[in-house]
């Protein structure tokens, strides 16, 4: 059956097509585990209203490189969406937006951190975190230098985007990179669908994700911290830096997004 005589047949007939995707009609095994789980995803039909409710009212946002008025903070060179993620083929380079308090320090996060890293993280299996070249689409060894910690740092030398931690399952990424067969198809079935079956898709690929990442303190913290720092390069002075570290500290004081923050209250 071709593409667009599956798209005729509306939601059901979409679904179907989505267990179909890979190797031409094939299971999904050995596919990466976010691809495995949207495969068995059943989304509510609630789930499915709200997605079609934010396809319908979605807008482009066209990102801007030069401002017309200068920044008053220095902006990081090159552009954020160098090394990009798969969830940044539809999200923004900064996609957080909508806490104000804390959506700067979450988009800084987005340069070394994969999306997937703090949104997929599935209950019944174990992740393992590392370092991942999106230029070179491989996993990079180890590597303390990729952490900006301690008074001494060179803030005119950017981060480099295109190394971002990232979870592996049973020694595989356990993500989607762009371009591969399961991007391209699902870039395809939106291309070609209507409200419905966008709705559809939208809803079968968040069904794995956790819309809220992780708070702050599941790495910031000495006990049982999500990351662990050594494997990825840390050493103990840069682990105690980032563990310890006064923002996320400053932040897990306030419980409600109506409390008024004090820069005096940083260094309580």
């Not at 990825?232 to 008024?260: K, M, N």
């Amino acid at each position: 059956m071709k593409l667009k005589d599956k798209m005729k047949l509306g939601p059901a007939g979409l679904v179907l097509s989505l267990s179909c995707w890979a190797n031409g009609g094939s299971s999904f095994a050995g596919e990466p585990l976010f691809v495995q789980r949207v495969e068995s995803a059943a989304p509510t039909r609630e789930a499915i209203g709200k997605a079609e409710e934010q396809v319908r009212e979605h807008k482009d946002v066209k990102l801007r490189e030069k401002m017309a008025v200068p920044a008053f903070h220095k902006r990081i060179e090159p552009p954020l969406h160098e090394g990009e993620t798969y969830c940044q083929g539809c999200h923004r380079p900064q996609p957080h937006s909508k806490k104000l308090r804390t959506r700067s320090f979450l988009n800084m996060h987005s340069r070394y951190v994969a999306c997937e890293t703090c949104h997929f993280r599935p209950e019944d299996v174990r992740l393992e975190y590392r370092w991942f070249d999106y230029a070179a689409r491989r996993p990079a060894a180890a590597d303390g230098s990729r952490f900006r910690t301690g008074r001494n740092l060179d803030n005119s030398v950017p981060i480099d985007g295109k190394f971002k931690i990232a979870p592996f399952y049973r020694g595989e990424p356990a993500f989607v990179l762009p371009g591969t067969a399961f991007a391209e198809r699902v870039g395809r079935e939106w291309q070609e669908g209507d409200l419905a079956a966008r709705a559809q898709l939208k809803a079968r690929l968040h069904a794995p994700l956790s819309k809220e990442g992780p708070a702050c303190a599941k790495c910031h913290t000495e006990d049982s911290p999500l990351l662990d720092l050594s494997a990825l390069g840390a050493d103990s002075r840069q682990a105690s830096a980032i563990r310890r570290h006064v923002i996320p500290q400053f932040f897990g004081r306030y419980q409600s997004d109506d409390e008024r923050l004090k820069i005096i209250d940083i260094l309580r």
